[in-house]
């Protein structure tokens, strides 16, 4: 940006979406394209998957820590996902927003409903609808570290989600993992060059139009 252009107000984009529907692939595809983009690492009390490293995937906390740091106002949300907390940290979000940097958040709906009433006029909400259901469940089972009962729970969790489509400011049906990328770019530029996220403008104007 030149001199007298500053910064943006970062945004705040939340893809949402029940587990297996592709928002993790989607997710690390948009970071690849958008540098200024990073995402929000959530803190968890579930226990790590294989492959999930501490502070990269999530914060895996202890019940009792995740509490703590509930109660000490260290979380921007917090929800509770078939029986476990989830939580995203307050201040790399604040200071990423203020420095005109956006944020992304692989939340669920009510980390989205909790974050639109902690942040209003920042968070830009999209939601992603699987093309049908049976094709998830595949796609559930087909992640092997999740035990039978496991997956019902997930199944069960995968309907409740999808009732909340209608809370968001956007909604995708993940048909073609291309065109899904390509449409949640397009709604994170757009949201970019918001008025709003733009509180600089109207002295830029008053410049412009006084030389
Ligand atoms: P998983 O256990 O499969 O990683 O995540 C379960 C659900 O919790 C997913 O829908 C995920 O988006 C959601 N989730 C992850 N982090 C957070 C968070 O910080 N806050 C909320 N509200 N939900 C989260």
Do not use: C
Not at 65 to 73: D, L
Not at 160 to 172: A, P, R
Not at 183 to 203: E, M
């Amino acid at each position: 940006m030149s001199n007298n252009v500053p910064s943006r107000r970062g945004v705040s984009l939340v893809l949402a979406a029940a587990p297996g529907v592709g928002k993790t692939s989607i997710s690390r595809a948009l970071l690849a394209l958008e540098p200024e983009l990073s995402l929000s690492i959530s803190a968890t009390t579930r226990a790590s998957r294989p492959g999930e490293q501490d502070g990269m995937h999530y914060f895996f906390h202890s019940p009792e820590r995740f509490a703590e740091m509930a109660a000490a106002g260290d979380f921007l949300e917090h929800a509770s996902f078939l029986g476990r907390s989830y939580g995203t940290p307050r201040a790399p979000v604040e200071r990423a927003l203020s420095e005109g940097r956006d944020v992304l958040f692989d939340i669920e709906w009510q980390g989205h409903r909790l974050l639109r009433e902690k942040m209003p006029g920042d968070v830009v909400g999209i939601f992603l609808l699987p093309p049908s259901i049976a094709e998830l469940e595949r796609r559930l089972r087909s992640r092997d570290q999740d035990s039978d009962e496991e997956i019902s729970k997930r199944m069960a969790a995968v309907r409740d989600e999808i009732t909340h489509w209608d809370e968001f400011d956007h909604v995708l049906v993940n048909e073609d993992f291309a065109e899904t990328v390509t449409a949640v770019r397009g709604i994170l530029l757009a949201a970019r060059s918001h008025r709003t996220r733009q509180p600089w403008l109207s002295g830029f104007v008053d410049r412009l139009l006084g030389e």
